[in-house]
Nanobody, 122 residues
Framework: QVQLVESGGGLVQAGGSLRLSCADS????????MGWFRQAPGKEREFVAR????????YYADFVKGRFTISRDNARSTVYLQMNSLKPEDTAVYYC???????????????WGQGTQVTVSS
């Protein structure tokens, strides 16, 4: 059973940076992709970024391209989301998730962390 624990959220001013971490314990060989998603109040959960486990291929939502970077550290079984040039509209709860199918659709991810709050003030 994959267990995911996010950390690194917090309050930051617009233009600032945060790095989110997602520790993955109990990873199985069936995990093909790790993704970051976010959900703002009153909105649906949306895709932010993903990284495939075998090839480290990354893919980003258009609204974070050039600002966010997803990466992983195999030795620590951890996936990161480096967020730069943060904007107030980036305010949301950020979740990491593990999936068996490479996709940006949150419904195809079967294991989720508890989420970490990111708040960007103007």
């Amino acid at each position: 059973q994959v267990q995911l624990v996010e950390s690194g959220g917090g309050l930051v001013q617009a233009g600032g940076s945060l790095r989110l971490s997602c520790a993955d314990s109990g990873r199985t060989f069936s995990t093909a992709v790790m993704g970051w998603f976010r959900q703002a109040p009153g909105k649906e959960r949306e895709f932010v970024a993903r990284i495939t486990w075998s090839t480290r291929t990354t893919y980003y939502a258009d609204f974070v391209k050039g600002r966010f970077t997803i990466s992983r550290d195999n030795a620590r079984s951890t996936v990161y989301l480096q967020m730069n040039s943060l904007k107030p509209e980036d305010t949301a709860v950020y979740y990491c998730a593990a999936g068996q199918i490479i996709s940006s659709n949150p419904k195809l991810y079967g294991n989720w962390g508890q989420g970490t709050q990111v708040t960007v003030s103007s």
